[in-house]
């Protein structure tokens, strides 16, 4: 059964860092590139990052640029997202997402482009 898992999320307050896991199962994620996704209520499901599957080639959101950073352990069949100096606006539910993307545009950051989702991870930034 294909699935991918996220964890890590939590309740931090403004300034602080959480890491998120994206961990795969049933499939390996050697060949598919990898979104971060996020969800606030009442908003719209955004881009945040995406990686290549090989090359290491990635893209941020503007909003994100400079403070997470998305990168992938082949070993471990696990891509990451280092999220640092949080804002109360980071606040959402982030989820991972897999696709096989040859190569790596722009439109990674967009819904459309991925098969698999995992069950998402809720991020509080609160004081």
């Known amino acids: 059964q294909v699935q991918l898992v996220e964890s890590g999320g939590g309740l931090v307050q403004p300034g602080g860092s959480l890491r998120l896991s994206c961990a795969a199962s049933g499939f390996t994620l050697d060949y598919y590139a990898i979104g971060w996704f996020r969800q606030a209520p009442g908003k719209e499901r955004e881009g945040v990052s995406c990686i290549s599957s090989s090359v290491g080639s990635t893209y941020y959101a503007d909003s994100v640029k400079g403070r997470f950073t998305i990168s992938r352990n082949y070993a471990k069949n696990t891509v990451y997202l280092q999220m640092n100096s949080l804002k109360p606006e980071d606040t959402a539910v982030y989820y991972c997402?897999?696709?096989?993307?040859?190569?790596?545009?722009?439109?990674?950051?967009?819904?459309?482009?991925?098969?698999?989702w995992g069950q998402g991870t809720q991020v509080t930034v609160s004081s």
């Open positions: 997402a897999a696709a096989p993307l040859p190569t790596l545009t722009p439109s990674c950051l967009q819904r459309y482009e991925y098969d698999h």
